[in-house]
T-cell receptor, first 114, second 115 residues
Framework: AQSVTQLGSHVSVSEGALVLLRCNYS??????LFWYVQYPNQGLQLLLK??????LVKGINGFEAEFKKSETSFHLTKPSAHMSDAAEYFC????????????FGKGTTLSVSS | KAGVTQTPRYLIKTRGQQVTLSCSPI?????VSWYQQTPGQGLQFLFE???????NKGNFPGRFSGRQFSNSRSEMNVSTLELGDSALYLC??????????????FGPGTRLTVL
């Protein structure tokens, strides 16, 4: 079965600093990987996804992620944090073998200080 | 294009009652998936409906059920509510059946509180 591990339940950065949110997956087949963001009292919004092809994926709001098969990782980065980036971020894998939609990590709360 | 809508946004029930939550997917989307979000367990898959048929079900008791109508709108029902059912229930829709590359679009959720 596929699974996702997000390292660090809480990450704090200063405004303008690099954002790095870590995600490792477990899968016996090439995975489909997703990053979602959730703002307070809202649903989830897709930031980016990796299916096939280019391993560096660019998403919305300046975020990007790199699929590294050898490290089974899909870390999310943003060069310069903004106050509006403060939210909870979820990494997810699509279990297309079982067809059971998304399997999520536990989430990482990003705090941005001025 | 309108996004995924969920009603109601907030609900308060007491133990033993039952509740029905509604989800209207993005126009043209045929798949609706439901997730439960709690602080302790995170986001967990409940079930998915595609063209009015339940394709898959997560590891939840039979008290949790759902259905999908011909217009793709979906409802989920929880019977005999327990305190542990307090959660944010999220609905997501996608054009194709879940489990592939297709993006799932989430609604704002229904916050259920069981007293």
């Amino acid at each position: 079965a596929q699974s996702v591990t997000q390292l660090g339940s809480h990450v704090s950065v200063s405004e303008g600093a690099l954002v790095l949110l870590r995600c490792n997956y477990s899968s016996s087949v090439p995975p489909y990987l997703f990053w979602y963001v959730q703002y307070p009292n809202q649903g989830l919004q897709l930031l980016l996804k990796y299916t096939t092809g280019a391993t560096l994926v660019k998403g919305i709001n300046g975020f990007e992620a790199e699929f590294k098969k050898s490290e089974t990782s899909f870390h999310l980065t943003k060069p310069s944090a903004h106050m509006s980036d403060a939210a909870e971020y979820f990494c997810a894998v699509s279990d297309y073998q079982a067809g059971t939609a998304l399997i999520f990590g536990k989430g990482t709360t990003l705090s941005v200080s001025s | 294009k309108a996004g995924v809508t969920q009603t109601p946004r907030y609900l308060i029930k007491t133990r033993g009652q039952q509740v029905t939550l509604s989800c209207s997917p993005i126009s043209g989307h045929r798949s609706v998936s439901w997730y439960q979000q709690t602080p302790g367990q995170g986001l967990q898959f409940l079930f998915e409906y595609f063209s009015e048929t339940q394709r898959n079900k997560g590891n939840f008791p039979g008290r949790f059920s759902g259905r999908q109508f011909s217009n793709s709108r979906s409802e989920m029902n929880v019977s005999t509510l327990e305190l542990g059912d307090s959660a944010l229930y999220l609905c997501a829709s996608s054009l194709l059946a879940a489990g592939g590359t297709d993006t799932q679009y989430f609604g704002p959720g229904t916050r259920l509180t069981v007293l």
